[in-house]
């Protein structure tokens, strides 16, 4: 399996260079499972070349930072949701993946507190029970969060937090799927590939 999947903007302050970055977490998760990883980097001119070049099975939008901070990287990746929609590409949001997939269709953002390095429990929808069960313990590491109101028309709530936030949403017409915990990171759950897996299988 193949997966393209998008990096950050990184500033290397030792040579003040601005550089396209992915954590080693997410090459050591995607491999152990037999996925190779195809990192983007973030260009404006035509990121979805790489689509038509690498032709993945799934697209990945990675986390880190906010959209609406780095032009670079939001241009790319909306390009490439763009993209991936043309193409009916699956499409997995971590994180920024969710908000930048949430604020794509229409949806805006809340800032939220204590959600950094805290570990806490989610309900699960029905329509992601057979993949996550009915409740389950993730990890947490944003400070822009979903609102039910900031949610936009057209997506479906898969999750939500003891606040009634939303952790997880889909789309119920493409193969787009996001949630707001790190697959990559300590704490995660297998569950996260299976319902990447269940994408690809519900665009074959």
């Known amino acids: 399996m193949k997966i393209c999947i998008t990096m950050r903007l990184s500033l ?4 003040l260079e601005e550089r396209d970055a992915l954590s080693r977490e997410w090459f050591i998760t995607l491999q152990r499972e ?16 790489y689509l038509d070049e690498i032709k993945p099975d799934a ?3 990675s ?7 780095d032009i670079p990287r939001d241009s790319t990746e909306t390009a490439l949701l763009a993209g991936a929609i043309k193409r009916n590409l699956p499409v ?9 997939i949430n604020t794509f269709f ?33 990890n947490s590491f944003h400070r822009d969060a979903i609102s039910v109101d900031d949610l936009a028309n057209g997506l479906e709530i898969g999750a939500t ?16 799927a996001a949630v707001m915990w790190h697959p990559e ?12 897996r269940s994408l690809i299988g519900e665009k074959k």
């Open 34 to 49: 037999g996925i190779k990883p195809y990192p983007i980097p973030n260009i404006v001119d035509s990121p979805e070349f």
């Open 106 to 138: 229409g949806g805006t953002l809340s800032k939220v507190e204590g959600h950094i390095g805290t570990p806490h429990k989610i309900d699960i929808r029905p329509h992601w029970h057979n993949i996550y069960g009915k409740r389950t313990m993730v």
């Open 161 to 176: 937090d003891n606040d009634g936030l939303i952790e997880g949403l889909y789309h119920p017409k493409h193969p787009i």
């Open 185 to 196: 990171r300590e704490h995660a759950i297998p569950e996260d590939l299976d319902l990447l």
């Open 59 to 61: 697209l990945i939008l």
């Open 63 to 69: 986390g880190g930072d906010t959209p609406g901070k």
């Open 12 to 15: 290397e302050s030792r040579y």
């Open 92 to 100: 997995f949001g971590v994180c920024r993946g969710i908000q930048l």
